[in-house]
């Protein structure tokens, strides 16, 4: 039997032997070709994954999710797949009953999200809810019961008193849009209507719902992970009470799913209590202890969530379970026998599996790399479920989109890869690791090169940096349609992880506290500088571009080295510090954490940090992108820096996209983000 890493080794070195088979790059078109898998959740036995396999669908121009079953043999093979509930109801969020005869997952029905309910013994997924209500998070009770979820009660919306009737099939102006609430709107959800956001708990066989939390502002997190009490008699969840003082302030409470005589209900009891954040709670199998992902309170710029646990009663011991790993942990869920977790967490670049001891934090990598998700950009961002000996994952590709893993004992594997056939039929991009040690302070810097997919060293090539936002997040050898994109056109492409990013420790993501942008600049710099002095690297060709946090690195390098790039793109760039301070959909988050004081009382502060203080001394051509419903990075500071730059006579054009939010729309949206980029700098090459 081949063991975990050889196989991985062997999917990674595939597009490689396999080259002279291949017939072209990646084309634009292409997107619409390609699925990837994403959600996996093994069965309690073991023997079954449910997943989600994710397409974007070229007739709706929208990204669309199918809901899938694979059967696997006592080895871990994978024996048979099927389809389980198709893309035209948008199935997500599925999980297992108990026992595994069943699946509750959000799906639409008659237009409304609404949680359905799939019996595998008769294949048809039955919805469960009606109403109003937006379900999300549906968790199984330990009985197999119930299912409690998360919903929204609307109110009424509120009016002008005074206001004259509205004359019967009068043409008159729309109704006023009274805001109260600073949170009146989020990046992909849109405005939030009048309401509150309650727990509820819905009878698994008739669909009866019963509201466990009353009143008009919101008694729990609408995400952050939900669990029942082993007995079935409560449910742990998370739940932010003051989200303007303390937007990382998150607390676990205990929840009665049970209402008493003449409809009583009663309050939620506080577990938790110290100053940080605490969520996605898991009880551990014996009811006695639940894990929990979190971070203490700090006045740094990173709160890196790890593993931590505490008792099932009010005000328990907490212990930092992951303390020695220093590494962010995306997910942790229990052994069936207690005795450990099996987490996912980032480093260098990727994700790993490990099983973490209950006990001691002691780790044991059950999968050396998780792949990605996110296939607009290479972030290590994938998903992960175990069950006893059995791991599912997100393979770990550099030419295609990740596909289902499978690992037994951490030394067999098998993989499912729904883009197998296509990628026979393209030249990959070559993907290399690059490092550095900064100019600034001599820190290892480690980034990655995607070459052309027909590199001749004996050539040379433009080169562009991407630059990741976030930017507490990361970049990783894998699989994306933007770089893949941008080496199709003859480019060479740089990503790298600068200080700030995750997976190399809580003192790296944080050496940007109180300076960002930084030094974080001079991490990119020295290895746009160690790339340039390259024989195959055309000095003279330089490029810039990123999105969000990468938005304003790029902004910030152009006006810091006026003379390096031949041309720049932001993306949905920070402008300007106190316009993101004070309309973006975390503003009190952005203003307590990540500049330390309001922008009323340090103006100079919140100009000296943002990009827009050096727009006097920027010459570099320059596309700006931003979708006009992006509420996380507002087009109003993208629509400030074009304005500034034209003033100044700097070549510069603004690309708007209409309906787009934060994560830049549709797949149509998503192209035309990668190929104006590519444009742009096509037409700025030296010749």
Known sequence: MKTLVSLLLAAAILPTAQAAAQTRPFQPADIYDLSMVTSPQVSPDGTRVLFTRTAFDRGTDRRTGELWLAHLDSAGRIIDKRLLVARDVSPRAAGWSPDGSRIAYVAQALGKAQIHVLALADGVGRPLTTGDLSPSQPTWSPDGRRIAFIGRVEAKPVSIPGMPEKPKGADTAADPKIISDLFWRADGAGERKPGATHLFVADAATGTVTQLTVGDTDKVNDDGGLDWTKDGRALVAPFTPD???????????????????????????????????????????????????????????????????????????????????????????????????????????????????????????????????????????????????????????????????????????????????????????????????????????????????????????????????????????????????????????????????????????????????????????????????????????????????????????????????????????????????????????????WMGAMPWDKPDLYFSRSPFSLTGSIKTPTLLITGENDYRTPISQTEQMFGALKLRGVETTMIRLPGAGHGMGRPSQWLQSILAPIDWFNQRKAR
């Open 243 to 593: 989200p303007i003082k303390g937007p990382r302030e998150i607390d676990l409470y205990l929840y009665e799913a049970r209402i008493g005589d003449g409809g009583k209900v009663w309050p939620p009891t506080r577990l938790t209590s110290r100053p940080g954040s605490e969520y996605q709670p898991a009880v551990s199998p014996d009811g006695r202890t639940i894990a929990f992902l979190g971070s203490v309170a700090s006045n740094q710029f990173y709160d890196m969530p790890e593993l931590w646990t505490t008792s099932t009663t009010p005000e328990g011991e907490v212990r930092h379970l992951s303390k020695a790993l220093d590494r962010p942990v995306a997910s942790a869920e229990w052994a069936t026998d207690g005795s450990g977790l099996d987490i996912l967490y980032h480093d260098e670049g990727t994700q790993r599996i490990a099983r973490i001891d209950a006990r001691t934090g002691a780790t044991n990598i059950r999968v050396p790399s998780v792949g990605g998700t996110r296939l607009y950009l290479p972030s290590a961002g994938g998903q992960a479920s175990c069950v006893n000996d059995v791991c599912a994952f997100t393979t770990p590709l550099t030419d295609r989109p990740a596909g289902l893993g499978i690992a037994k004992l951490a030394t067999q594997s098998d993989a499912l890869d729904f883009n197998a056939q296509w990628a026979a039929t393209r030249t990959p991009s070559r993907i290399e690791e690059i490092t550095a040690a900064s100019r600034a302070d001599g820190k290892r810097v480690q980034g990655w090169i995607a070459f052309p997919p027909d590199f001749n060293p004996a050539r040379r090539y433009p080169v562009i940096l991407d630059i990741h936002g976030g930017p507490n997040t990361d970049y990783g050898p894998f699989f994306s349609v933007t770089h893949s994109l941008y080496a199709a056109a003859g480019y060479i492409v740089l990503f790298a992880n600068p200080r700030g990013s995750i997976g190399y420790g809580n003192a790296f993501a944080n050496a940007i506290t109180n300076a960002y942008p930084g030094q974080d600049h001079d991490d990119l710099m020295t290895l746009v500088d160690a790339l340039a002095a390259r024989p195959y690297a055309d000095g003279r060709n330089l490029f810039i571009g990123g999105g969000s946090g990468g938005g304003v690195l790029t902004l910030w390098a152009i006006g810091k080295e006026p003379d390096k790039f031949r041309g720049a793109v932001a993306l949905r760039p920070v402008v300007d510090w106190t316009d993101q301070a004070t309309t973006s959909d975390g503003s009190a988050f952005f203003a307590k954490h």
